[in-house]
């Protein structure tokens, strides 16, 4: 039933050694729960004793003093001595309401301690005075003052040797201790098998299963059968099922992906050598004087540039841009001018507005940066198409980084699209890869930055991308 049973292994994230184990740790705690609650209670209840024991006392000295005749101030001293020897005190002083002089038998003296019964003190000063007493062994003179039982005109005062109260409070001491101390510990071990059987061996089972799924997740006899719980652990055992359910997916299609992203880079230097040959090919065909190779050229060397950039982009998200960004102080305006001169913008149909400031400069790697913008601004171009429009760049401060907004006036991005925006291969238009806007942010991400869509609808896309500020 203990996990101590189980054999223990290295510190790799498997199994504690049965002395760390959860049922160790809980055994530790419900043995130092019960020494606890075991010594609270019984020193609650011998304060209780204390208080009973000193008012039992009293009544029986005020009954002692009934049996000396009212009319007599001081008895005799025989009788006196005889009497207080039967309650054990030393003295007893009687005072009753309307009465000129108190009746006093034996020695009535100051004492070292006053107790008022019924204690009306907090129950830390009542546990302090009954440990106080065990601890010195009753060295003190008490004067113990109350009410005799139904006698509230009467207040009795009652002079007694602690030594008497200490022995009776040992005697009461080893008994109750002896009986709370018994009862705690069936009742520990009782809530201790409870929760061992309960919820120790659930933890415990979760605990093995996620030591094993993590040697080999791929196996799917690793993934932890739910029981029918409907508590907390119920609930964990299935939710720990589907997340190493979806986790197994997760790895399976990263391995194919992993697979697909060789293959991908194999097909893209052979594509690549096919495209350079082609595009020099259409070079040597510029030279050849004909009209009607010259209206093909252009179409053909559109095609194979873009050919060559769809190649650039899948390699580029087959093998993941991690390395550290080259970062310097870079002008944004000239950039997005070289930008919009290597997409020809000033010789189509969309109207150029560069609205970033000639002076500003941002911490930027020059070549992500340019890569960003190329394929930001190249989708907004695509989006308004023939037609044309306007295209807005704009670059402000934000807190402490610098806000990119790439603006056009295109028909806008569905909402069904939005959600997989960013996502390789789910393209917002037709005939697009996907690949531009994922490969941008992931180059943004990359350089500290985020790229987002602001809005977007029936009077344009607003991208927003966040940036370092200046150097």
């Known amino acids: 039933m203990a996990l101590g049973n189980q054999r223990p292994v290295a510190r790799d994230g498997s199994m504690p050694p049965s002395y760390r184990s959860l049922s160790s740790q809980l055994l530790m705690i419900t043995i130092a729960l019960v020494v606890l609650g075991s010594v609270t209670i019984h020193l609650l209840s011998l304060a209780r004793y204390r208080e009973e024991h000193l008012t039992e006392r009293l009544n ?208 893209n230097h052979d594509l690549r050598s096919i495209l350079s040959t082609v595009s020099i090919t259409s070079a040597q065909l510029a030279q050849v004087d004909n009209p009607g190779v010259h209206r093909i050229l252009p179409l053909l060397s559109d095609s194979v540039q873009r050919a060559i950039q769809l190649c650039t982009l899948t390699l580029d998200l087959a093998r993941g841009d991690r390395q550290t960004p080259q970062r310097g102080p870079c002008g944004l305006g000239d950039l997005v001018t070289s930008v919009a001169t290597a997409l020809k913008l000033q010789d189509g149909p969309v109207r150029w507005h560069n609205q970033v400031a000639d002076d500003l400069v941002i911490d930027a790697d020059r070549d992500r940066l340019y890569r960003i913008l190329f394929n930001l601004i190249q989708n907004a171009v695509e989006a308004m198409g023939e037609q044309g429009g306007d295209l807005h760049i704009r670059a402000r401060p934000h807190q402490q980084d610098i806000l990119i907004e790439i603006q056009d006036t295109g028909p806008g991005i569905p909402d069904s699209l939005r959600e997989t925006l960013f996502t390789p291969f789910a393209s917002a238009r037709p005939g697009g890869t996907g690949l531009g806007l994922a490969t941008a942010r992931d180059l943004a991400r990359s350089h500290g930055g985020e790229l987002s869509l602001a809005r977007s609808g029936p009077q344009g896309s607003c991208f927003h991308l966040y940036l370092p500020g200046e150097s």
Do not use: H
């Open 60 to 267: 029986n000295g005020y009954l002692v003093t009934l049996a000396v005749q009212e009319s007599i101030i001081t008895p005799n001293p025989a009788l006196a001595s005889r009497l207080l020897e039967s309650v054990d005190a030393q003295g007893i002083e009687v005072n009753r309401l309307g009465s000129d002089r108190p009746l006093s038998l034996g020695n009535v003296q100051v004492a070292d301690l006053y107790v008022d019964l019924p204690l009306l003190v907090a129950p830390v000063y009542a546990v302090q005075e009954a440990i106080y007493t065990l601890l010195t062994g009753g060295r003190r003179l008490l004067a113990v003052t109350g009410n005799p039982r139904q006698q509230p005109t009467v207040w009795v005062t009652l002079f007694i040797d602690e030594r008497t109260l200490y022995r009776e409070m040992l005697a009461y001491s080893r008994q109750t201790l002896l009986t709370i101390t018994g009862t705690a510990l069936v009742a520990g071990l009782l809530v201790y098998l409870g929760l061992q059987w309960f919820l120790v061996q659930a933890i415990s089972r979760i605990t093995r299963n996620l030591v094993e799924f993590r040697q080999d997740p791929s196996d799917p006899g690793r993934v932890i059968r739910p029981s029918r719980r409907f508590d907390e652990i119920g609930v964990m055992e299935r939710e720990l099922a589907r997340m190493q359910s979806s986790l197994r997916e997760a790895l399976a299609q990263q391995s194919r992906l992993a697979a697909l992203g060789i293959a991908v880079s194999k097909i």
